[in-house]
């Protein structure tokens, strides 16, 4: 009976065509609904019954577990708290694998990390960098800006070799000249808020912090916050976009450099 009533018919014709494009929208946004989940529910259960931030049941999990001094034992202790414990936006396995590619390619002296968090990718870096390197990670938020501090001198690190700086992204570059001292940057990483990089990139240029031959290595910079970003460094010609892979853009700056074809990377 229902199969002859025009309405119904009409309904389900609308939802059946409607479903290729569900399936994209879930495919598209699949990790802000993971975000979502973990963030909003779980997260918060959780913060209720242990009266700890995620981020400080991660600090007292790698503490007590890892082997202090030892940067891998660190790190592999976050990525055991992140398969068997709670979802963490950190840099692991494929991505944090290109990560370090990069980096010994570069051999940076001179490191910028933009978004800490709990410090996974600057000590990914920082157990890269050569003698003398020094890595400035960046985190506005002062109670993330102490986890990391104290997970980068559990992985055995020395203040000489790092700084995290507690302030806006803004502020941070604007004194890393005056303040900090740094010529340019030979490597940095943007895992901030995607809408936040052109500004940042332009920022940085602006402040002569990039100079030809820095690679900036962009985390999600497919996504849609990010399309204005990678509009603009595909365009313009002191940028190279190098290497593509799992979401992450590697780009080097030329200045007035020459472009070359680009090449794909591994991924
Ligand atoms: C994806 S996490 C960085 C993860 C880190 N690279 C790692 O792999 O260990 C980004 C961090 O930057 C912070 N962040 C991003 N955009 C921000 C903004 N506009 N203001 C304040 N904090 C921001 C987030 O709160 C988060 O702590």
Same mark, same amino acid.
């Given at each position: 009976? $229902?199969?002859? /009533?025009?309405a119904?018919? #009409?309904?389900s014709?609308?939802a059946? +065509?409607?479903l290729?494009?569900c399936?994209?929208?879930?495919? #598209?946004?699949r990790?802000?609904?993971? =975000?979502?989940?973990w963030?909003?529910i779980?997260?918060?259960?959780r913060?209720?019954?242990t009266?700890r ?12 577990? +890892?082997?202090?001094?030892q ?8 990525e055991?708290w992140?398969?068997? #414990? ?7 396995e494929?991505k944090?694998?290109?990560? *370090?590619?990069? %980096?010994?390619?570069v /051999?940076?002296?001179?490191v910028? *990390? $933009?978004?800490?968090? /709990? ?7 920082? =157990?890269?960098?050569? @003698?003398g ?5 960046v985190?506005? *938020? ?10 980068i001198? %559990? ?13 806006s ?5 604007t004194?890393?000249?005056?303040y ?12 901030? +808020?995607?809408?936040?990089y052109?500004?940042d ?10 100079? @030809?031959g ?7 910079s ?5 399309r204005e970003?990678l /509009?603009?460094? =595909?365009?313009d ?14 780009i080097e ?12 990377? @591994?991924?």
């Amino acid at each position: 009976l $229902l199969s002859h /009533c025009p309405a119904v018919m #009409w309904v389900s014709t609308i939802a059946v +065509s409607l479903l290729p494009l569900c399936a994209a929208l879930l495919l #598209w946004y699949r990790d802000a609904l993971v =975000r979502f989940y973990w963030d909003a529910i779980l997260g918060k259960v959780r913060n209720y019954l242990t009266g700890r931030s995620r981020e400080e049941r991660l600090h007292k999990y790698v503490l007590i577990n +890892s082997r202090h001094g030892q940067p891998d034992s660190v790190l592999q202790t976050f990525e055991h708290w992140v398969a068997e #414990w709670e979802f963490l936006h950190i840099f692991t396995e494929k991505k944090g694998q290109f990560l *370090d590619s990069v %980096v010994q390619r570069v /051999c940076p002296s001179t490191v910028l *990390d $933009l978004g800490t968090y /709990c410090g996974y990718s600057a000590i990914r870096i920082l =157990r890269l960098l050569p @003698p003398g390197g020094r890595l400035y990670s960046v985190i506005p *938020d002062p109670s993330l800006a102490g986890i990391a501090e104290e997970m980068i001198l %559990v992985a055995g690190f020395q203040p000489a070799q790092f700084q995290v700086i507690t302030s806006s992204f803004d502020e941070a570059i604007t004194r890393f000249k005056s303040y900090y001292k740094v010529k340019t940057f030979d490597f940095i990483l943007m895992d901030q +808020s995607e809408g936040r990089y052109l500004q940042d990139l332009q920022a940085l240029k602006k402040a002569g912090l990039i100079a @030809p031959g820095t690679v900036i290595l962009a985390n999600h910079s497919s996504g849609l916050a990010a399309r204005e970003f990678l /509009c603009e460094v =595909r365009q313009d010609l002191q940028y190279q976009v190098r290497y593509k892979s799992d979401g992450l853009q590697e780009i080097e700056y030329l200045g007035n450099g020459i472009r070359v074809v680009s090449r794909r990377g @591994p991924g």
